[in-house]
Nanobody
Framework: QVQLVESGGGLVQGGGSLRLSCAASGGNTLSVYRMGWFRQDPGKDREFVATISRSGGSTYYADSVKGRFTISRDNAKNTVYLQMDYLKPEDTAVYFC????????????????WGQGTQVTVSS
């Protein structure tokens, strides 16, 4: 079993940037998992943000963040990142990282392990 811990959230003005990190420990190394970032507002469903393949060679983004967010990974450090630029108030949410072995990277059901989340708040 792998444990995931997110960090890097906080309060930022609209147009600003944040970099989220997701560190993995325990179980298999991160390189065996496809990794994803999701976000959730209270009372809403968990929303797909981005996913990256095991090697890092393939990425996929939600239309709402394409061109503004960048997902990357460093398997040697067992860490996945989400660089968020040009942030908007509508990006405000709790952000979760997730690890999974199966395809279907935009669906929460494709992921087996989840972190506790980190809050991102974007002011207008």
């Amino acid at each position: 079993q792998v444990q995931l811990v997110e960090s890097g959230g906080g309060l930022v003005q609209g147009g600003g940037s944040l970099r989220l990190s997701c560190a993995a420990s325990g179980g298999n190394t991160l390189s065996v998992y496809r990794m994803g970032w999701f976000r959730q507002d209270p009372g809403k469903d968990r929303e797909f943000v981005a996913t990256i393949s095991r090697s890092g060679g393939s990425t996929y983004y939600a239309d709402s963040v394409k061109g503004r967010f960048t997902i990357s990974r460093d398997n040697a450090k067992n860490t996945v990142y989400l660089q968020m630029d040009y942030l908007k108030p509508e990006d405000t949410a709790v952000y979760f990282c997730a690890a999974g072995r199966t395809a279907g990277g935009a669906s929460p059901t494709a992921y087996d392990y989840w972190g506790q989340g980190t809050q991102v708040t974007v002011s207008s």
